[in-house]
């Protein structure tokens, strides 16, 4: 059975910082691309932040220089760091595993980002 459960969401000030986590179990974690994705109330889900399984990353202009993702194939764990945040960044952040044909979703975790 494949599990992403996420941790590390919460409420923080403007230009404060959070990391998530999503720990995963029952894939070969290692062969996975992984994602952070978010989706803000009556908005789409969008992607935040990729990484490849070579460790190669990708982020959209909108939170690129702020926020990092990074992965530990040890500890079958993806990480985002978020800093200077914005309320604009409030959201449900969502992990994403995906493989081939393969994609599975975590459960999501709260960001909200007060003024």
């Known amino acids: 059975q494949v599990q992403l459960v996420e941790s590390g969401g919460g409420l923080v000030q403007a230009g404060g910082s959070l990391r998530l986590s999503c720990a995963a179990s029952g894939i070969i974690f290692s062969s996975y691309a992984m994602g952070w994705y978010r989706q803000a109330p009556g908005k789409q889900r969008e992607l935040v932040a990729g990484?490849?399984?070579?460790?190669?990353?990708n982020y959209p202009d909108s939170v690129k220089g702020r926020f990092t993702i990074s992965r530990d194939n040890a500890k079958n764990t993806v990480y985002l760091q978020m800093n200077s945040l914005k309320p604009e960044d409030t959201a449900v952040y969502y992990c994403?595993?995906?493989?081939?044909?393969?994609?599975?979703w975590g459960q999501g975790t709260q960001v909200t980002v007060s003024s």
């Open positions: 994403n595993a995906n493989f081939l044909n393969r994609n599975y």
């Open positions: 990484i490849t399984r070579g460790g190669g990353t």
